[in-house]
């Protein structure tokens, strides 16, 4: 396996440093296999905060510096794209409208709410478990999110000519698919059948946002790969929330 498109896949989802593995056509394409590993290492960083910080604070106030810890990872692009994209599908009664709004770098009522609502619902779900169980939870929802947005690629066309919607909307090919949801599904057995549960959620968060996009604005924008990311990493969490919370 050739380290360039791991490296490419970590440094276009994170701020993490990586030795850069220069520029080569199709670099972006051959990088979106290894999205999953970006989401992972992610939310190893997430966990660590976690497993750290829950043993001399309340659990609300860890998992707070836990997601915290992952959105300086990724530099909160991901709730960017939900926010743009909120806007954009709140604001915009058509498609070049919505368009516009998701790319005017204002944030409005809508992006506020649906971010507020993504991260305060992680949060919440991540302060229901256990340390182990949140460590582990947060390892998979990050994988999970990232393997999501890979499908999304083949699946729908670019809504622009132009901008990170089209160069992603070049897709993976089917053995790129392939690799990245076996990433996913390798981190989700770890969790049992609640990790499984949590790799179809955020599948089917990522079916019903390119759903959205197609309906609305005739395909996938750049923040709308964001937007896929955050909630399925939402919808994860409620997963392990329901089925280890308590526990």
């Known amino acids: 396996m050739r380290l360039g498109p791991v490296l490419s896949a970590i440094q276009f989802l994170t701020r993490l440093p990586v030795p850069d593995?220069?520029?080569e056509e199709g670099r972006l394409r051959a990088a979106l296999a290894f999205f999953p590993v970006a989401g992972a290492l992610v939310g190893l960083i997430g966990a660590g905060v976690w497993?750290?910080?829950v043993q001399v604070l309340p659990a609300a106030v860890a998992a707070g510096l836990a997601l915290a810890a992952m959105l300086l990872a990724t530099g909160a692009m991901h709730e960017d794209g939900l926010g743009d994209v909120a806007d954009g599908l709140g604001g915009g009664a058509t498609a070049e409208r919505a368009l516009e709004i998701m790319r005017d770098s204002r944030i409005g009522s809508y992006a506020l709410l649906a971010v507020g609502l993504a991260v305060g619902l992680r949060w919440a779900a991540l302060a229901a478990l256990s340390a182990a169980d949140g460590?582990?939870?947060?390892v998979i929802a990050a994988t999970a999110a990232r393997a999501a947005m890979v499908p999304a690629s083949c699946i729908a066309a670019p809504a622009r000519p132009d901008g990170l919607g089209r160069m992603l909307g070049q897709g993976a090919d089917g053995r790129g698919v392939g690799l990245a949801l076996g990433l996913g599904l390798a981190a989700?057995?770890?969790g049992g059948w609640a990790?499984?549960?949590?790799?179809?959620a955020a599948l089917v968060v990522m079916g019903l946002v390119?759903?959205?996009m197609r309906r609305r604005v005739g395909g996938m924008t750049g923040d709308g790969y964001g937007a896929i990311?955050?909630?399925a990493e939402t919808a994860a969490m409620l997963v392990f929330a329901a089925a280890w919370g308590g526990t």
């Open 210 to 212: 390119v759903r959205i």
């Open 21 to 23: 593995p220069g520029w």
């Open 195 to 200: 990790g499984l549960g949590a790799l179809v």
């Open 229 to 231: 990311a955050s909630l």
């Open 188 to 190: 989700a057995l770890a």
């Open 135 to 138: 460590a582990l939870a947060l």
């Open 51 to 53: 497993w750290g910080a």
